[in-house]
């Protein structure tokens, strides 16, 4: 699989629910997560392989995660700031801050509902990835000062 960079409208756009399950949505996210490992990367939305929809993978503390139509239904007062990157932004990393812990419900592979709570660096990702799959770039970010926005918004040709 191919990882888009930016301006590429699939970055841009809310992803789909996916409604049908089976062997297809697996293989689907198995390479995600080789294209995500090979990348060097610890996360991947669909849409940044264009694909349509709304799934990503990323790297747990037990090993590797699926999560299919992903919502985060609480978010945590206290904050933490980390550096983050992009494989569709190569090269650039910028502090943000984010929620330090999450609920978030999701599919399995299967269609199976799930709910986890993450914090730290994982918290940080998957709140990433869901912002990719409502086709919000990293590069937008409220907690990013306006200069910071404009800067890489127009290094990347963002509008």
């Known amino acids: 699989m191919k990882i888009v960079t930016f301006p590429h409208p699939s970055l841009l756009k809310k992803a789909s629910k996916v409604t049908v399950f089976g062997p297809e949505i697996k293989l689907l996210l198995d390479k995600m997560y080789e294209t995500m ?4 990367g610890i996360g991947l939305a669909a849409n940044q392989v264009e694909l349509p929809f709304s799934m990503f ?24 700031q980390i550096r983050e990157g ?8 910028v502090v943000i801050a984010r929620a ?7 599919q399995d592979e299967t269609g199976e509902k799930k709910m986890k ?10 709140q990433h990835e869901t912002d ?7 590069l ?5 000062t306006k200069v910071q926005r404009n800067q890489l918004k127009s290094k990347w040709g963002v509008k």
Not at 100 to 106: R, V
Not at 121 to 126: K, L, N, Q, R
């Open 132 to 138: 990719h799959l409502d086709g919000k770039a990293f």
């Open 117 to 126: 709570i993450f914090n730290d660096i994982y918290s940080i990702c998957a």
């Open 86 to 93: 992009c494989l569709s932004a190569p090269g650039e990393a």
């Open 100 to 106: 330090a812990i999450i609920k978030i419900e999701f």
């Open 37 to 40: 490992k090979l990348s060097g």
């Open 57 to 80: 993978v990323m790297d747990g503390p037990d090993g590797p995660l699926y999560f299919v139509n992903p919502k985060i239904v609480w978010k945590s007062k206290a904050m933490a």
């Open 140 to 144: 937008e970010h409220h907690s990013l």
